[in-house]
């Protein structure tokens, strides 16, 4: 380079730095001059050019990894329709087909509460995880002698209960084994979880010890045949008496009494010959027979025409009060404890007896969680598949899960898919096997 040339180039590059001087300096003024809502604008404006410059050098850096559905384990891809089908229940799906159904897994049913399933085909149970204050619980197991009773039930069965869109758990399940017969019912609280908490722990003991004295010849009867009846009121009538009067305490607040407090009842008791059904308030069993859904207990709804006029007769009233309810409060015409709607509000259970028959395959028993969302016909059908293992919970977690579980599962993920606010609680009972 001669000398022209190196001189040229040193006076282009301090004129270049005089500019940029120049330029910053400038820049300094303009702040200076700024209002305050001009320099935050500018502010922001630079961060978000700062930002994006750094997301471009990471990409430029790394780029992002695409997945394909042979680079994902089974688990992932089950993650993916979890969430799909999540997306699509939350943006108001009121249908699913029994194939949408079959993908959804137990993440989904952990809405607000995480769910799980016992099963009692085999010596396998479950502790129950219920706190006594009765805080909402994901499944009705136990521990002492509840566990024994439902490890050596022999028919095979599943169920489940979650707390659903509900604040509190008032649902409760008993399964229990009361030679030669099997003893399974739901019960749905109201007002509070306590008279709910005491069927499950003492009316199968009751209806035990009432069905061993109409045997024993004590009740008026004697050998094999059992006036089911008379059994299932006087079993029915003593646990209501058992919860008159108590009172509980909150956790905040003054003592509350029982009386304002009660629970609907549905008692399925599976013989060799016959299935006996007691129900009372608005839970319900439906038995698969053949091809059809025969229902085994009726609702008893305020405005069924014969339980407004027994209400009516025993001068009480149905109020239309956000739906039919005794004395615009109680929603169902019986139960077990709500003394202080007496004598509106009883406690007699509806009593059905069927011949048991080879084509029967199952029994649905289960709260109006379930069955104000989905029909008799409809429920019955899922489990017909689930059983038949047309479908099933591809993601399950666990593998000791019997047929019975997984469709009483299946119905609990159906009810909170269309919309059901309240407890639900499902026992499947299968009878050909």
Known sequence: MTGS??????????????????KRLKKNESLENMTDSESFDSKVIAEKKLRHSRCKRLRLQKPLKKYSMESLNPREIGYRFEDCSHKRRMNGIAE????????TSSRDAKLN?????????????SERSSDERGRPIDILVSDGKEEDRRSSACVSHGFISVIGRRRAMEDAVAVAKMDPYNFFAVYDGHGGFEVANACRDRLHELLEKE???????????????????KVMTESFSKMDEEVDGGEVEPEIGESVSMNTIGSTATVVVVGKKEIVVANCGDSRAVLWRGS??????????PDRPDELERVEAAGGRVINWNGCRVLGVLA??????????????????EVTISKRTDSDAFIVIATDGLWDVVTNEFACEVVRRCLDGQIKRRFSEG???NAAAEAAALLAELALARGSKDNISVIVVRLNK
């Open 5 to 22: 040339e190196n001189f040229d180039s040193k006076v282009i590059a301090e004129k270049k730095s005089r500019d940029g001087r120049c």
């Open 96 to 103: 699913l087909t029994p194939c949408e159904v079959a993908l």
């Open 113 to 125: 509460s995480d769910t799980s399933f016992s099963e009692s085909s085999s010596s396998e149970s």
């Open 211 to 229: 069905v061993e004295e109409w045997r024993c010849g004590g009740g008026g009867g004697g050998g094999e045949i059992v006036d089911w009846e």
């Open 292 to 301: 059809a859904a025969v229902p085994l207990s009726r609702d008893h709804k």
């Open 332 to 349: 169902t015409s019986r139960s077990i404890g709500d003394h202080y709607l007496k004598p509106y509000v009883i406690c007699e259970p």
């Open 399 to 401: 593998s000791s899960a």
